[in-house]
């Protein structure tokens, strides 16, 4: 398994990358937190197609039972929790430690998307073989 390296290697590494050179170490951390804001606009993306979906189906979906409207509810509120991590754990910007937490944050953020949609991907699921035809 790969470790990751800690806060006082990955400066040192920086450093001596940069030759001491503050405006480019602090230029290659802001790209990579530009990259992380990036991506945390994606997954708010993901969760506000999810509700809007849900806006337009959700009782459709619902309505082909218990299942199905549980899997709804527990996919959206994982979904819209992935989008509270994203929104309150990643948007806001500084450096090397904030960038190691916000990566941490947008992980979980990835990870509760993926069981949100899962979640809500079989709703829809339950939705469409409830209305096969008999």
Partial sequence: MIRSATPDEETRHLIALYGGDAAKIMGAIESQLTILAARAQTLLSLAGITVTVTGFSG???ARTGRLAAGLLVSGLGVVLLS???AMVGILHVNALQVRD???RRFS???RL???GLVLYGASVALLLLGNLPR
């Fill in 59 to 61: 009782a459709n979906i």
């Fill in 83 to 85: 989008a509270a991590v």
């Fill in 113 to 115: 998307l993926v069981v």
């Fill in 108 to 110: 979980v953020a990835l």
């Fill in 101 to 103: 937490a916000k990566t």
